[in-house]
């Protein structure tokens, strides 16, 4: 099983055998690579624990445990985990400062346990049975090819499966945040780190100074550049991977930049942008032309590093990118977690639209292009998302349809039914107690879409290649600054940020509007690779026409060719099902 991971840590595999359990352990060479490569043990072996990620504080941590007189192995940053956790137990793991999934065995108790970071930046799968197995990837565990039902119910709305499901009813994700611990009697699941929102923390960062997060950002910044090999950072044109790269420069460290260009392709392309900003830096940039031919071999590969289905095509271009960016780095730091943290999305203010305004968004959207290429197609399809969001029930309901990949009429007609998503009880479990609608919405965006999309996008697709991804906004002291201020005080679009990185930046990156790091699917999905969906759509072989209704199928492909570009990203959710389930 953990030869099946080799791409992820192609530097050397180790396996431990604990009692009954076999722990094992692929490792990429980022720090210490002439250390001993883990699983690490503590208590004389009694305790044995396999990491994959990094531990920013290891090394407070290391002296905490030796001036307690608690035996530290030598290794790197994740050899702590071991003697932490034979220490202080589950609690512990709260102590860890990082980006980590970690399974530990406890030979005291019988007992195994599987735990996630705070946010879910590193991934865990397991298997649901008698017999417990565990990897990084769903890909490495067997599947009993049984469909998850409500699973698929939620991939329809999210364009993912969200924790704990996957679409194989044997196999489970570890929640973000979570210890799910297998003993001999039975399992359960212990959350030991809530993600940052203003229902769970104290009022005390109400006002946070924008001095206070520029040097946490900075500070945070210089620990994700620990180790021993080259770093660069993933360039866009925006706001976010503009203010790492400036922190990676003020570092002192080299400044590397890579950016994906979409030749042609208007509004989807931001190169002139990024192009700007690394020149503004003085970065050694790399740009990458994303070749539309490249997109059914990209969609096999992605189905094959995900195992599961992943509906989000900037999937490929992230694959694609990470590709070329392995070629000169081993680390590479982005901006995800900024627009949660910092009420980055329009779609926060969702909340300042009346409800039952449908009707006249409808209307607007039908005099509206179809078409995403020009400014106005992009209006249009925010005005199809309203109509959609506008008409649903209460606050998480109508949140939950601005997100969704596939209209719900449209969900309906395949599933046969409109019975409502699983992951709605969790967006409104996300909105209960929120201040505002933005504070609910971003409280869901960082309990759901933070960590079962744009995290796992990029940990899959970087980690094909060898190629660690970090994420400098998601650390505890930022987090913490920007999650305990409420959506009032952040102001929209990012102010509290924005502020805070005046004079690293010039004002035309500080004033750009957010826009979305998207690939020209479906376009290319209607001309050049229209036998593409015939042959996984459309053919009567095609595994997805066993579990949605074929006709509906059929009509959605229809009139996408049509010209509808607001069912592009539900026909791009159906073909990635499809190479899923026959990859």
């Known amino acids: 099983m953990a030869g099946q991971l080799r791409h992820r840590g192609p530097g050397d595999l180790g396996l431990v055998a604990s009692g009954s359990s076999v722990l094992g352990s692929t490792r990429l060479h980022v720090n210490d690579p002439d250390a001993p490569s883990g699983p690490y043990a503590a208590l004389d072996g009694r305790v044995v624990a396999t990491i994959n990620g990094e531990i920013w504080n290891h090394a407070a941590l290391r002296h905490e445990l030796r001036s307690r007189g608690i035996a530290v192995p030598d290794g790197p940053d994740t050899a702590v985990v071991a003697p932490l956790y034979a220490e202080f137990g589950v609690a512990g793991l709260a102590r860890l400062r990082g980006m980590f999934a970690a399974a530990i065995h406890d030979a005291r108790t019988g007992e195994t346990v599987l735990a996630r970071d705070r946010f879910g930046i590193k991934p865990l799968y397991y298997t649901a049975g008698a017999q417990l197995q565990f990897a990084s990837e769903a890909g490495a565990l067997p599947a009993t090819g049984e469909i998850d039902r409500d699973a698929l119910r939620d991939y329809l709305v999210l364009g993912v499966v969200p924790a704990p499901r996957t679409l194989d009813a044997g196999i489970r994700k570890v929640p973000a945040g979570t210890a799910v611990i297998h003993g001999p009697t039975g399992r359960r699941e212990v959350p030991f780190a809530p993600a940052p929102s203003p229902c769970n923390l104290s009022p005390g960062n109400r006002d946070a100074d924008p001095n206070a997060v520029r040097e946490a950002l900075g500070a945070s910044v210089r620990r994700h550049l620990m180790g021993d090999v080259p770093a ?3 360039l866009s044109g925006g706001l976010d991977s503009a203010a790492i790269a400036a922190l990676v420069r003020d570092a002192g460290t080299p400044l590397r930049t890579f950016a994906m260009t979409f030749p042609g392709e208007g509004t989807y392309d931001e190169s002139v942008a990024a192009r700007r900003t690394a020149q503004f830096l003085g970065a050694e940039h ?3 032309a994303f070749d539309a031919g490249d997109l059914p071999a990209l969609l096999h590969d992605c189905a094959r590093h995900f195992g599961e289905p992943f509906g989000d095509s900037s999937a490929l271009a992230v694959l694609a990118l990470s590709r070329v960016a392995a070629q000169h780095v081993t680390v590479v730091l982005t901006g995800t977690g900024a627009d949660e943290l910092f009420m980055g999305y329009r779609r926060y203010g969702l909340g300042r639209v009346p409800p039952g305004t449908g009707a006249l968004c409808r209307a607007a959207a039908a005099v509206l292009p179809a078409s995403r290429r020009g400014p106005l197609g992009t ?6 998302k309203l109509a959609s969001s506008a008409t649903a029930g209460d606050a998480g309901a109508r949140y939950l349809e601005r997100l969704a990949v596939v209209p719900p009429a449209w969900r309906a007609r395949l599933l046969g039914d409109a019975a409502p ?27 759901i879409y933070l960590p079962d999309d744009l995290l796992a996008k990029e940990d899959r697709t970087t980690m094909a290649c060898g190629l660690e991804n970090r994420v400098p906004f998601l650390d505890d002291e930022v987090a913490d600054l920007a999650g305990g201020v409420p959506a009032a005080v952040h102001g929209r679009e990012k102010r509290l940020l924005r502020r805070s990185l005046r004079g690293l930046l010039p004002e035309d990156v500080l004033r750009r509007r957010k826009h979305g790091f998207a690939v020209p699917v479906s376009e290319w999905c209607r001309t050049r690779h229209a036998g593409l969906v015939d042959d996984l759509l459309l053919a009567p072989g095609a595994r997805v026409r066993d579990l949605l209704d074929g006709a509906a199928i059929d009509a959605l492909v229809a009139t996408h060719r049509r010209g509808d570009d607001a069912l592009g990203p539900a026909l791009y959710a159906l073909l990635a099902l499809e190479s899923s389930l026959t990859t």
Do not use: Q
């Not at 919405?441 to 309990?447: E, N, S």
């Open 421 to 447: 998503p699983p992951v709605l009880t969790r967006v409104r479990d996300a909105f209960h107690g929120a201040r505002s609608f933005a504070d609910g919405a971003r409280a869901a965006d960082l309990a």
């Open 232 to 234: 660069g950072v993933f």
């Open 379 to 384: 209006a249009g399809a925010l005005v199809r």
């Open 286 to 288: 790399v740009e990458t």
